[in-house]
C-alpha cells in the first residue's frame, strides 16, 4: 500500500489534503478513486490507514481511519557526510534513511567542493526514502557545516567511527593501530551510546584531519577491508554493520 | 595512480598496448606523456608498474617495470542477483566487485523482467570498478539462467544466503524462524565454505519460490532489518556482513 509523509495530525476521523504534488501523483500516477485506501504518517503519531473521500482535479480529501502502527525512533545513530558528488551523495542520502540513521550532517572538509549542495533536494529525498522504506519518522538531512565546527560542538557523550577509507598508508592501517569496523562493533553492546558515522570525501581526508580526528577521545578510527570502497558504498556498509551489530538488526549475539 | 585491466601477459620488461578505448582516456583524457606510469593486472599476474613507452595519435605502448602487487584472489562469496532495473542493477554489479565477490550470478525468476539486460555492458563497469577498487582480478557476470535451472545445477559445498526481504510476512519472520543475518554471519569461522548471496527482485520472491528456497539443505534465509530495503541497499548491506564477519574484512572476533 501506497505510504505518504503529510504534517497533519493524525487521530480516529481527522480529515487530510496531500500537498498538491502528493495529490497528483494519487489521483494521475496511481489513480485512486474514493473508497481507496493509503497509509499516512507524521513522524509524530505513528502510522495510519486513511482513505480517499472525495476528489476534485487537483486535490483530494482524506479521512484518516485506524492507526496501522505506533509511533517508533530508531536507534541513534547519524551519518555524517563530506560534500561528495551529487549522484554518490544522493544514493547515500536515500540509503541512509533506508538503513534507519536519525539524521544526516553534512559537512565541509579540505578536499570538499561545496558548490553545488541543495539541502531541500536531499531533505526530498529523505521523505521519499522514508515513505518507501517503512519509517514513521523523517530523517532531517542538516545544512553543511564544517568540519571543525562540528568537531568543536560535539557532544561529549556521542562516539564517531571515522571510517578512514582514504588513509595515507592503507597497509600500515590495515595491519595495525587502527580497527577493523566488524571487530570493533561486534565488542559493543546493542543500544549503549549515541553514535555517529563519518565517510570523507572522495580524495580523503587531508593529513591534518586525519590527525586531528585520530586523537579526538570520541573518535574510533576504523577500516573496511582491503579493497577501496567510494563513499556511497563506505556509507552503506558501514551503517549496516553498525545496525547489525549495535541497533535494531537484532545483535550479532545467538 | 591510475590502474587498467589488459588482457597481456605481466612480466618485467613486457611490452602492452592497451585496447583503442583505454588509450583515448590515457592520451586524452588524462594526457599522459612518455615516461609516466600506470598500473596493470591481467587477472593472472597481479598488479605491475609501466610506463609509458612512446606514443602516437590514437595509442600508445607501455613497457612494464616492476610487480607492485602479487595475484591475489578474494574468499569464495558470489553475488547471485535477480535482474532488478537497470539503475540499480548497475549499482549492485559496481558495489558487489568492490565488495570482493568472485562473480556475479544473473537470475531470471517468477516476478523478474527480463528483457532489458546487457551482460558486456554489466561486465565492462565490473572491469571498471575492478581497476578503481584495487583488485587483480575481474569478477565475471555470468548469462542470466532461470532460478530453478540454477538450483539444479547448484554444487552441494556452496552455502546460499537467501535474503528474504519481501516475505509475505515480515513481522513473522523478524521475530520468527528465519534467521538475523549478523547472528548467521557471526556464528560462522571465517573462510569455512564458499557462500553465495541471494538477492530478488523488486517485487520479491513468488510465494513458491520462497517455499522452494526455505526448503533446500543448503538455503539459509535471513532478513536484514525491520525496515524495507531496496534490492541495492539490501546487496551492499548483505556482502559487507558477509565480508566482516567471513571473509577478508578481518573477523568479528577481537
Known amino acids: 500500500m501506497n505510504r505518504l509523509y503529510v504534517p497533519d495530525p493524525l487521530s480516529v476521523g481527522g480529515a487530510v489534503r496531500p500537498a498538491p504534488q502528493q495529490a497528483r501523483y494519487l489521483l494521475g500516477v496511481l489513480r485512486l478513486q474514493p ?4 497509509l499516512l504518517f507524521n513522524g509524530r503519531d505513528g502510522e495510519w490507514r486513511a482513505v480517499i473521500e472525495s476528489l476534485g482535479k487537483r486535490d483530494c480529501l482524506l479521512r484518516v481511519e485506524t492507526q496501522t502502527r505506533p509511533h517508533c525512533i530508531p536507534p541513534d545513530v547519524e551519518l555524517v557526510v563530506a560534500l561528495v558528488k551529487r549522484g554518490p551523495l544522493e544514493t547515500i542520502v536515500e540509503k541512509a ?13 579540505r578536499r570538499t567542493n561545496a558548490d553545488h549542495t541543495r539541502v531541500h533536494r536531499l531533505q526530498a529525498i529523505a521523505t521519499e526514502a522514508a515513505e518507501q522504506t517503512g519509517r514513521v519518522e523523517i530523517p532531517a538531512v542538516t545544512e553543511p557545516v564544517k ?8 557532544p561529549a557523550e556521542r562516539r564517531l567511527m571515522f571510517c578512514d577509507e582514504a588513509g595515507d598508508d592503507p597497509g600500515a592501517a ?10 570493533v562493533l561486534a565488542a559493543l553492546a546493542p ?3 549515541p553514535w555517529s558515522v563519518l565517510i570523507g570525501p ?9 590527525a586531528t580526528l585520530r586523537n579526538l577521545p570520541y573518535v574510533t ?6 579493497r577501496i570502497l567510494r563513499a ?7 551503517l549496516a554493520l553498525w545496525q547489525a551489530a549495535v541497533g535494531d538488526w537484532g545483535g550479532l549475539k545467538p
Open 147 to 154: 568540519l571543525e565546527a562540528l568537531l568543536a560542538a560535539w
Open 221 to 226: 578510527p576504523v577500516t573496511l577491508g582491503p
Open 35 to 38: 473508497g481507496m485506501a493509503v
Open 202 to 210: 572522495e580524495g580523503g581526508f587531508a593529513p591534518e584531519e586525519r
Open 232 to 238: 556511497d558504498t563506505a556509507a552503506i556498509a558501514a
Open 174 to 183: 590495515w595491519g595495525g593501530s587502527v580497527g577493523r569496523a566488524g571487530t
Open 97 to 109: 534513511v533506508e538503513l534507519g540513521v536519525r539524521r544526516i550532517r553534512l559537512v565541509v572538509t
Open 191 to 193: 543500544g549503549e551510546t
